[in-house]
């Protein structure tokens, strides 16, 4: 296992489209965390799953944005409508719930022009 | 509601010096954690401080844990410019809940 791996690395998109992005985790790992980092700011959490159920979602995880793990494996992530302050990185992390280290991925970079 | 506060947000060193990073958090705190990021990159683990009183070195880098004071200490010793990075805290209430993140010190080291 390689680590935590994230699809595509880049994006520029129309405002109004749909994007998607594609997150897997480290096999073994049952839980997955979205963050948001815009620049020059800390990451900021959006939303994250404990298997198959989202436990958590932050208030900056607007109705059109919706994350979804299926199979408790691999997540999406999907902006509806974007918007020019949906550029940022999306970074994808995940962990064991029994564990302490979180492990994130390379990030999804979104450019809406 | 966790906030997580780093001082400074810049810092500008010279080679051959040592500083020190600030992290502040607001809540009682399960533990904490040290972040590099390099531009563009993503998020590079650099310590996890478990306990009050914690310290732990990598290198030139030494991080430590007052639990009590809400506080803990990012110190670079003796600074080379491969340090050069953001550098972030993030806090954890309890268990495996979400990192909340400090808003990062950009770091610079110049000859």
């Known amino acids: 296992d390689t680590g935590v791996s994230q699809d595509p690395r880049h994006k520029i998109t129309k405002r109004g489209q749909n994007v998607t992005f594609r997150c897997d985790p480290i096999?073994?790992?049952?839980?997955l965390y979205w963050y948001r980092q815009t620049l020059g700011q800390g990451p900021e959490f959006l939303t994250y799953f404990q298997n198959e159920a989202q436990l958590e979602k932050s208030r900056l995880l607007s109705d059109r944005f919706s994350a979804e793990r299926p199979k408790g494996s691999f997540s999406t992530l999907e902006i509806q409508r974007t918007e020019q302050g949906d550029s940022a990185m999306y970074l994808c992390a995940s962990s064991l719930s029994s564990g302490w280290g979180y492990t994130f991925g390379s990030g999804t970079r979104l450019t809406v022009v | 509601e966790l906030k997580v506060e780093q001082n400074p947000l810049f810092l500008s060193m010279q080679e051959g010096k040592n500083y020190t990073i600030y992290c502040n958090y607001s809540t009682t705190s399960d533990r904490l954690y040290w972040y590099r990021q390099d531009p563009g990159k993503s998020l590079e683990s650099l310590f996890v401080l478990l306990s009050n009183g914690a310290v732990k070195q990598e290198g030139r880098l030494m991080a430590s844990l007052d639990t009590k004071a809400r506080l803990s200490t990012l110190h670079i010793t003796a600074a080379v410019h491969d340090l050069s990075a953001t550098y972030f805290c993030?806090?954890?209430?309890?268990?495996?809940?979400?990192?909340?993140f400090g808003k990062g010190t950009r770091l610079s080291v110049i000859a």
């Open positions: 993030a806090v954890v209430i309890s268990g495996n809940t979400p990192l909340v």
């Open positions: 096999s073994e790992h049952n839980r």
